[in-house]
Structure formats: C-alpha cells, structure tokens
C-alpha cells in the first residue's frame, strides 16, 4: 500500500492556481497542480514523491498553495516511511 497525503481546498476566485512540495531547506520538489482553475473544491493526494518520481525519505515537507503568485497557505507535513 503506497502512503499519501490528501490535500482539500475551497477556491473562491477564477485565477491561476499552485500546489508546490518543498522541503525545509526551500528547494521545489515537484508540483503538484499549475493551472488555470475555476472556484470549487478541490481534492489533490501527494505520494511522498518528488517531480521524476522518485520516493523522498521519511521528513518534514512544506505544501504551499498559491493563487495568482500570492501565498495563500503553508503547510509543514511529516512523511514516514
């Protein structure tokens, strides 16, 4: 059975819309969502991989989500293995 993190967000606004992975040291491991979206739910899953999918061991991690370049929300996660 493969771990992940389930993500859950309400947009209010039409806009350009980014869910990022870093790690504490504030590099971009991969990302998630980059696109154009509509206001909604949305529901994203991250399996504790990075952008050429490789698994990243077990740590702490930072979600940002943004919406037209401006944070909206940071949120620090652990992953165990």
């Known amino acids: 059975?493969?771990?992940?993190?389930?993500?859950?967000?309400t947009?209010?606004?039409?806009g350009h819309f980014r869910v990022e992975i870093y790690n504490l040291d504030g590099q971009l491991l991969?990302?998630?969502l980059d696109a154009q979206?509509?206001?909604g739910n949305f529901r994203l899953?991250?399996?504790g991989v990075d952008g050429?999918?490789?698994k990243?061991?077990?740590?702490?991690?930072?979600?940002?989500?943004?919406?037209?370049n401006k944070t909206l929300d940071t949120v620090k996660?652990?992953?165990v293995d």
């Open 11 to 14: 947009l209010l606004a039409t």
């Open 45 to 47: 899953r991250w399996h």
């Open 56 to 68: 990243l061991p077990s740590g702490y991690y930072l979600i940002s989500v943004s919406l037209n």
């Open 37 to 39: 979206t509509q206001p």
């Open 77 to 79: 996660v652990g992953k």
């Open 30 to 32: 991969t990302t998630l």
């Open 52 to 54: 050429p999918n490789r």
């Open 1 to 9: 059975m493969q771990e992940s993190t389930s993500i859950e967000f």
